[in-house]
């Protein structure tokens, strides 16, 4: 006798309850994973709580804006802003190994690899955060609160940050966050940026979930309202404030000038900067923006324009006090030591696509529905002095972080997710 069948609508109705349920627990997930934008700054630290009092401070620079190399002690108290598509992860990097090289203190988010971002940092999301402890490093993606940051770390912490240019930033940022931007669905045809840019105040809604992403998104990570009025004057004070907190503003067009000026400051050894192009995005079949596209990127991103020229004048000034041809001598020795650290540690000599990378611990995060971001190969065959260099120097963020001891739960269950349904 044959088992009796389950009728059609029995199966269906079982997929639906299951598929809803699924549904809500990656919902659950997210909305832990993905805290509301608007959360404001009542989350912050209580102002009773103590912040960072250390027995004994470093010497202090002999100039705020360049060391002198026979005087000065390398700096080893850092906050590092890391802005969002602006070669930040190559800093990390940088910032990563000095620290684990001398066993300096991180601090670091607990359960992601940044700070709750959108939602201002707070001094209680940091792993294992105790009322006056101090930190060395701080240099995760974070919507920046000065005063939070400023209770982690010693006094004498040097603050740094890098710009670039808002017009290529907003491409990149466009081209990598949009998926998960929703005011981008509604856009069709093979060009959705430039569609966007033909009309950008018809499809953006300050509002919007991760709309942050897509308007002067430097502005908002350094702490500021990202709507502001182009003309008002609160946004040149609040360049001047950024130019009073932060002892020096890399540009990641001119990186190795910018590492160059970074190494001087903090009195550190080239090998200390010596640098692989980390997160980099594979080359969009869609032409970069034309003449006209960008400057109507950089209009729509006027905030971020206003505050990337003031700060592109200051880092020259700083290059002419450094010394153009001291600075041409030593871009040249660090591009050079970069070459042959290339031609030491990478297999082929170059960045690959995802699909070709061998090693899943060499394998970078990849924006959700796509794989655009390069990594590498490591040389099988690496002598024994360059072996563990090379591999710190090519190892991505993720991994890094939990190597360093960080945890990261919430993102490695949002990978499994992600794997499991090949998002």
Known sequence: MLPPQKKPWESMAKGLVLGALFTSFLLLVYSYAVPPLHA???STTPEAAASCSPPVLEPEAVNRANGSRGECQP?????????HKTASSTLLNILFRFGQKHRLKFA???G???FDYPTFFAR???QDYRPGACFNIICNHMRFHYDEVRGLVPPNAIFITVLRDPARLFESSFHYFGPVVPLTWKLSGGDKLAEFLQDPDRYYDPNGFNAHYLRNLLFFDLGYDNGLDPG???VQEHILEVERRFHLVLLQEYFDESLVLLKDLLCWELEDVLYFKL???RDSPVPRLSGEMY???TAWNMLDAHLYRHFNASFWRKVEAFGQERMAREVAALRHANERMRTICIDGGHAVDAAAIQDEAMQPWQPLGTKSILGYNLKKSIGQRHAQLCRRMLTPEIQYLMDLGANLWVTKLWKFIRDFLRW
Do not use: H
Request: glycine share 6%; no cysteine; net charge positive.
């Open 279 to 281: 997160n980099a995005r």
């Open 124 to 126: 209680s999301l940091v």
């Open 295 to 297: 400057g109507r990127a």
């Open 232 to 234: 008002s004057p609160q």
């Open 75 to 83: 700096r080893r108290n850092i906050v590092f802003l890391k802005t």
């Open 40 to 42: 404001g700054l009542a």
């Open 108 to 110: 670091f988010p607990n």
């Open 112 to 114: 992601r690899n940044d």
